[in-house]
């Protein structure tokens, strides 16, 4: 798209979404911004394709399932009236995301999308491929988002950083993008931050320093996608001007939780 100008003016409504929160965004959240107002696009927490699989009683891992297992519509369930909804899946197997991604098209999802945006921890039993991590390795993120796209017939985007540790150029950034659109994803949600790896979750959003004007760049260098911004952006003011300056997408996190009433008007 062209920037928007004076005569072509979007409104933020039909581009606003609401940030995957961990212990936020859960189907009761998600059903208060609903009733707050319809315009928002919902997403779910991340959500393990481990988790899905693991307590699926068709697929082979439930078998595997070491733990009680659990009500599947307890980890993906969402009321019709949440749509337009997005499943936001964690992982970093193409196979176990594809068949994850498939169940919650099943389920109802409208879009999938794969976190490689999160900070994942160094250390522990939380050290896990997923996230911010993925970033490393450009080639795997597009075998997993090639294989859903395979698996499912709705859209499939990426939520990543501006970077990951050292791994912070442009110009990285720039492969990053080329080489998972070329798997066939044309939406880029872009946290306007790098990731900082050991830093902890809170300080993530916080140390690196915000770029609103990288993900800018992408979108003038990439036409043909679509971007959403995301990071900083605490008023439904601040996402118009974004959407009048020619993004495609604004998403909003921490200030929707601490302010749901803002989309009230």
């Not at 075998?143 to 395979?150: H, L, S, T, V």
């Not at 998972?180 to 959003?205: E, P, Q, S, W, Y």
Request: proline fraction near 7%; hydrophobic fraction near 40%; charged fraction near 20%.
């Amino acid at each position: 798209h062209a920037p928007a100008g004076p005569g072509d003016r979007r409104s933020v409504s039909s581009a606003l979404h609401i940030a995957p929160m961990i212990d936020v965004t859960d189907r009761h959240f998600r059903y208060l911004i609903r009733c707050i107002s319809p315009l928002p696009t919902l997403w779910s927490e991340m959500t393990w394709d481990r988790a899905i699989l693991f307590n699926s009683p068709d697929e082979p891992e439930h078998a595997q399932n070491k733990s009680p297992p659990r009500a599947l519509e307890s980890i993906i369930g969402f009321s019709a009236q949440e749509h337009p909804i997005v499943m936001q899946l964690g992982g970093a197997n193409p196979d176990t995301l594809a068949r994850a991604a498939r169940i919650a098209e099943r389920r109802g999802y409208d879009e999938i999308n794969l976190n490689c945006g999160c900070p994942a921890a160094t250390r522990g039993r939380a050290r896990n491929n997923y996230g911010a991590r993925l970033m490393f390795d450009p080639p795997l993120v597009a075998a997993c988002c090639a294989a859903i796209i395979a698996a499912v017939s709705i859209p499939v985007s990426v939520k990543c950083r501006l970077g990951v540790d050292e791994r912070d150029s442009y110009e990285e950034l720039v492969e990053f993008v080329t080489t998972v659109a070329g798997a066939g994803v044309n939406h880029f949600i872009v946290h306007a931050r790098k990731a900082i790896l050991g830093l902890d979750t809170v300080k993530n959003r916080s140390v690196p320093p915000l770029r609103h004007e990288w993900v800018f760049r992408l979108r003038a260098a990439f036409p043909e996608l679509r971007f959403t911004i995301n990071g900083g952006i605490t008023s439904l003011e601040a996402a118009q001007q974004l959407i009048d300056d020619g993004m495609d997408g604004v998403m909003i996190g921490r200030r929707a939780n601490a302010e749901p009433y803002m989309f009230a008007r």
